[in-house]
């Protein structure tokens, strides 16, 4: 339900700051009793039958948006190793400032908090950006800068890999998008996916390519009074530090992440990094031994790290996970 203006923001700051919502794997409208869906649909799937992918993308932005009740409807796109994002196309209001030419090949710790539910296939409501959790800083930051006050992101997949996300913001009056909203963006995102990375598409032949972006992108390590940048090969192994991480460096030094855990595992390519117990992530290319017979039992599990003297454990849930990425 979108809320008037006239009560918005007593109901919607009653709310907690965000939301958390998991999707479905695979998109179905027939259990959403509500026209709006099949209307969003047929439109986006119009659109990019008829125009050009990024032509037809704006105007989803706009049709939706405006449906909606939002003041800008945008997406941002990852590159190939997940760390690194940029604003590609934006649809606002004629009061509202655009931001689209902002952010352009920013490294994804600037949305650390965020990028965890997105990597998990989770659209996040963010009720109220002003009372956004202290990991949420940086991303806070921004939001304000653009004078945001609420915001719906929902992740856009294909072929199982996070490739953008889509969204809208409220600049006027905090909003509350309920679950039909999402379903139904939700439903236009993967049409949009579908369009815009499919392969034997006529809209993706037309498309104009994405810039690529730079090579080795740095992620930085923020800790206090000083901030390091470092690419995904340097990071040996992460570990839990309560509310921080101790993130273990290929040059032999170590620094403590002023974020958690779980924010790192939404943000690391998952390709190359895997965690091996609820406090321990470690990247693949550094694993130089798996002992499965660990222990004076035998039955533990252990890795080898090239520059770490001490090994690690490998808990049971992620032990099945570990022998098929190393490929033993």
């Excluded at 080795?216 to 470092?230: A, E, K």
């Excluded at 170590?254 to 855990?261: A, F, I, V």
């Excluded at 690690?312 to 990425?325: A, D, F, H, T």
Aim: contains cysteine; charged residues 20%.
């Amino acid at each position: 339900m979108l809320l008037d203006a006239s009560h918005s923001g007593t109901q919607v700051l009653a709310r907690p700051s965000f939301e958390i919502s998991d999707l479905p794997l695979s998109p179905d409208c027939r259990n959403i009793q509500d026209a709006r869906c099949d209307e969003w649909v047929f439109q986006t799937a119009r659109m990019l039958l008829a125009e050009p992918c990024d032509q037809a993308i704006t105007g989803i932005l706009e049709l939706t948006g405006l449906a909606a009740g939002a003041d800008r409807a945008w997406m941002f796109e990852y590159d190939a190793t997940l760390l690194r994002f940029r604003n590609t196309h934006e649809w606002s209001r004629e009061t509202v400032t655009s931001h689209v030419t902002d952010l352009q090949d920013t490294p994804v710790t600037m949305i650390a908090w965020l990028q965890q539910f997105l990597s998990a296939n989770q659209a996040v409501m963010i009720n109220n950006v002003s009372t956004l959790p202290r990991p949420a800083r940086d991303l806070q930051a921004e939001m304000l800068r653009q004078n945001d006050k609420s915001v719906l992101c929902i992740p856009v997949f294909f072929e199982d890999r996070l490739r953008a996300c889509i969204g809208f913001d409220a600049t006027r009056i905090h909003t509350h998008w309920d679950g039909a909203v999402t379903s139904q963006l939700y439903r236009c995102a993967n049409l949009i996916a579908l369009a815009r990375y499919g392969n034997n598409t006529p809209a993706q032949q037309n498309r104009q390519p994405v810039a690529r972006l730079s090579a080795d992108p740095l992620i930085y390590i923020r800790t206090f009074g000083r901030v390091r940048g470092v690419t995904s090969a340097e990071i040996v192994c992460l570990r839990s530090a309560r509310d921080y991480t101790t993130l273990f460096l290929s040059d032999g030094s170590s620094m403590t992440d002023l974020r958690p855990l779980s924010v790192w595992a939404g943000m690391l390519p998952p390709g190359h990094f895997h965690r091996i117990h609820r406090t321990t992530i470690v990247n693949l290319h550094h694993v130089a031994e798996l002992n499965r017979h660990a222990g004076s039992s035998g039955d533990r599990w252990e890795v080898s790290l090239r520059i770490l003297d001490e090994t690690q454990s490998v808990s049971r849930p992620y032990r099945q996970e570990l022998r098929s990425k190393l490929g033993v």
